[in-house]
């Protein structure tokens, strides 16, 4: 069992009358921890199953082989493989390591020829084929179910279903979309596979194996988070915080390594347009700053600018090297 609500995603689909309903436990979820499971989603289980079978023989194989997809070899695009303690959190090197991907673009694509960081194409392994289209099938169902969720969380906020589709995530701007696979060998002693932090953009879909790890801030403290069969973990980010002036919380989360078995992870960030000016809502709350309190004394209601200026900031200090050797080229 878990403190954290679980809502059903179908009467979005099927049901405009239930889903006021809905739209107010989303409030009240957000309003809280911004944590709660979604059902309802309509994944094909069959398909993520395939991804966790080719993620774990993509972990099993030897360093050299994922040496080939060193994300040094995605570039600007900063896709690819990172090995154990590869990546940081407040500065601290985390008890993981993963594949990266984005939205597949090719050569020619305006951003890619401009030199846009984080754009690009992903780096697939040469001796594992068929995990390209699982990922990329995965990430497109997992779209079509953050999409969904923001129509609930536009109703939540008294706007139009389609207002996030219209203003961030759709039209003309196309969304930031990153997908991470995340290994977690499991330890000898207790440790955190990630430390505490929060998301940086709109809407986080989490699917996790069955090991579970995932805590969550709550106002009442620190609570588990495991995994629920057949449910996704969701939470809002910083951008949606600062939309609504802290009305709806970006929370900050952990995981906890696992000294029993390795843990698998697949976090699914649908965040705005690269170049999308991040402006609070009309009605926006006008609640204290709490920069004090967050994990990075960063305030994200200080900050003025689109969402790539403050992306690339933010990862910047994920991968410090990486950063600087980009910046160097650039």
């Known amino acids: 069992m878990s403190a954290l609500p679980v809502l059903d995603l179908s009467p979005l689909r099927h049901d405009p009358a239930a ?29 993520l199953a395939r991804l966790e079978a080719l993620s774990r023989r993509f972990f099993a194989a030897a360093d050299a082989d994922k040496q080939a997809l060193a994300m040094h070899h995605g570039g600007r695009a900063w896709r690819g493989w990172f090995p154990l303690g590869g990546e940081l959190t407040s500065g601290q090197p985390d008890l993981k390591e993963g594949l990266y991907f984005g939205t597949e673009l090719p050569a020619d694509h305006p951003r890619v020829r401009a030199g846009v960081p984080l754009h690009g194409a992903n780096l697939w392994p040469a001796w594992l084929p068929e995990l390209r ?75 996790q194996d069955d090991v579970g790890g995932l805590q969550v801030k709550t106002p009442r403290g620190w609570i588990d988070a495991p995994p629920l069969p057949g449910a996704l973990v969701c939470n809002i980010g910083d951008m949606l915080d600062r939309l609504t002036g802290g009305w709806y ?33 009309p009605r926006a709350a006008d609640l204290p700053d709490d920069a004090a309190e967050r994990w990075d004394s960063a305030s994200v209601h200080a900050f003025r600018g689109t969402y790539g200026e403050y992306l690339l900031g933010k990862v910047a200090r994920v991968f410090p090297a990486l950063h600087a050797a980009v910046k160097a080229e650039m």
Do not use: K, N
């Open 133 to 207: 289209p699982v990922v990329l099938a995965v990430m497109a169902q997992l779209a079509e179910v953050a999409q969904l969720v923001l129509e609930g969380v536009a109703r939540s906020l008294g706007l139009a279903p389609e207002w996030f589709r219209v203003h961030y995530t759709g039209g003309t701007g196309e969304p930031t979309q990153l997908f991470r696979i995340f290994h977690y060998p499991a330890t000898p002693q207790p440790g955190w596979g990630v430390g505490e932090h929060t998301d940086y953009g709109l809407l986080t879909l989490l699917v």
């Open 249 to 281: 919380r970006s929370t900050p989360h952990r995981v906890r390594a696992s000294t029993a078995r390795d843990r698998l992870s697949f976090p699914f960030f649908f965040d705005p347009a690269w170049d999308a000016e991040i402006v609070p809502l």
């Open 19 to 47: 889903a006021d309903a809905l739209a107010r436990a989303i409030a009240a979820a957000c309003r809280d921890s911004g944590f709660f499971y979604v059902v309802g989603h309509g994944l094909d289980p069959t398909l």
